[in-house]
């Protein structure tokens, strides 16, 4: 089997192991089914890319985490749901009122 025919699993050992390219292998491999979760959660073409971004930038922070899921694919939606949360709550607020 192909380096660009590693299974998801093979994937999710590579980016626990710190292996970057792995990461975006897996996102390339999985980007339409990202890509459609985040415009089912928001508003727009705009908004649904600008949640991918930031979900992309999420499971880079963390990819050695992604060996721990059952799914690779589920590890990326995940990081697709939580930018969509943060981006729905909105910025944090000054907790001083100014």
Known sequence: ??????TDQALA??????????L?????????SLLRYARSRCDGELA???????AI???GKDFRSCGEAKSLLAW?????H???SDVQRGPPRDPTGS
């Open 82 to 84: 939580i930018s969509c």
């Open 76 to 80: 990326l939606m995940r990081s697709v």
């Open 24 to 32: 975006a292998e897996a996102v390339t491999r999985h980007l339409p």
């Open 13 to 22: 050992r590579r980016c626990s192991e710190g292996d970057a390219q792995a």
């Open 48 to 54: 649904a890319a600008e949640i991918l971004v930031r």
């Open 1 to 6: 089997m192909g380096e660009n025919h590693a």
């Open 57 to 59: 930038q999420l499971a």
